[in-house]
Structures are given as C-alpha cells and as structure tokens.
C-alpha cells in the first residue's frame, strides 16, 4: 500500500490549494480515505474523510464551507480543495486509508498513511 500527497505550499491568507493523495496497492474504492493535519506542537487532527461503505463525506466544523474532499476512484486519487485559507490552516497534511474504520476521525484507526505535504498560509 502506498500513499503519495502532494499539492502542497506556501499561500497567503485568502488564497487556495488542491492537495492530491495518488494511492496504490489496493482496492481503492473499497477503503476509507481520510485528510489529517499536525501542526507543531498540537494534536494530529482529521480534516475530512470519505466512507468506504457509502461514500458520505465529512469535514471538520474548522473547515466546513472552505475545504472539500473528494474522491475520483478511476484515478485511485483523492483531493482536498482547500479555499480561504487562513493562517491556522498552517500544518503538513496526511492522507491516511483504511479499510476496518469504524470511527473515522481517530487517526489511530488508519493503518496506513502517506508521507504528508506541508501547508504554510502566510504573508
């Protein structure tokens, strides 16, 4: 199994990015993706995560209406556009997967995970 983010970067307040995740080494669709971020000094955090059973998408209330996850299984890739960027955004962002997730916000759960894509928002 392998995970590869990319996308990644310095952005000013306000401005975008797309982060990419390619994945291989398994059934893609058949998994749970997930986006995490770590930030010095704090917590690994989820960001957004996409269900494997049903496809339902989640985003974390700190992003809600300015990120969006999405998954496009003939590419085995997913994606996090990422608008309105603020400097608390700041962190390396993790693509993680999983098949037996049952609480898809704890990063523990996901066995597997890429090598992370820094993000730094700042003027």
């Known amino acids: 199994v392998q995970l590869v983010e990319s996308g990644g970067g310095l952005v000013q307040p306000g401005g975008s990015l797309r982060l990419s995740c390619a994945a291989s080494g398994f059934t893609f669709d058949a998994y749970t993706i997930a986006w995490f971020r770590q930030a010095p000094g704090k917590e690994r955090e989820v960001v957004s995560h996409i269900k494997n059973m049903d496809g339902t998408t989640y985003h974390a209330d700190s992003v809600k209406g300015r990120f969006t996850m999405s998954r496009d299984n003939a590419k085995n890739t997913v994606y996090l556009q990422m608008n309105s960027l603020k400097a608390e955004d700041t962190a390396k962002y993790y693509c993680?997967?999983?098949?037996?997730?049952?609480?898809?916000?704890?990063?523990?759960?996901?066995?597997?995970w890429g090598q992370g894509t820094q993000v730094t928002v700042s003027s």
């Open positions: 993680a997967a999983g098949y037996f997730i049952t609480t898809p916000m704890r990063w523990r759960e996901y066995p597997y």
